[in-house]
């Protein structure tokens, strides 16, 4: 499956952007789609995860009640609402997807096998 990330630019701080990432090459509701991010200097860290039904999700504790995931198979697309944006969301974002346990909604890396390239989300102080 190929994956393209999409909806990063320059936001302030508690403004929201909305990110998506549209599969292709694959029957997409087989996939378990993740968002990642990898700021300057710092390791890729889990951001949120989504089942291949939408049923599961996850997030990390730094995002939770701010970020949403959701997904349209119909449309081959993940999304990852940001509200209330902070400095230190700033980071380039990554969709990964794992056919592996699709019912499941992961936040480790190793286990996404596709990744997209990047979109990049800079927010301003």
């Known amino acids: 499956v190929q994956l393209q990330a999409s909806g990063g630019g320059l936001v302030q701080a508690g403004g929201s952007l909305r990110l998506s990432c549209a599969a292709s090459?694959?029957?997409?509701?087989?996939?378990?789609i993740a968002w990642f991010r990898q700021a300057p200097g710092r390791e890729r860290e889990f951001v949120a995860s989504i089942s291949w039904s939408g049923g599961n999700t996850n997030y990390a504790d730094s995002v939770k009640g701010r970020f949403t995931i959701s997904r349209d198979n119909a449309k081959n697309t993940v999304y990852l609402q940001m509200n209330s944006l902070k400095p230190e969301d700033t980071a380039v974002y990554y969709c990964?997807?794992?056919?592996?346990?699709?019912?499941?909604?992961?936040?480790?890396?190793?286990?996404?096998?596709?990744w997209g390239q990047g979109t990049e989300v800079t927010v301003s102080s």
């Open positions: 090459g694959r029957t997409f509701s087989n996939y378990a």
């Open positions: 990964a997807a794992t056919g592996r346990s699709p019912g499941a909604a992961f936040r480790y890396l190793s286990i996404y096998d596709y």
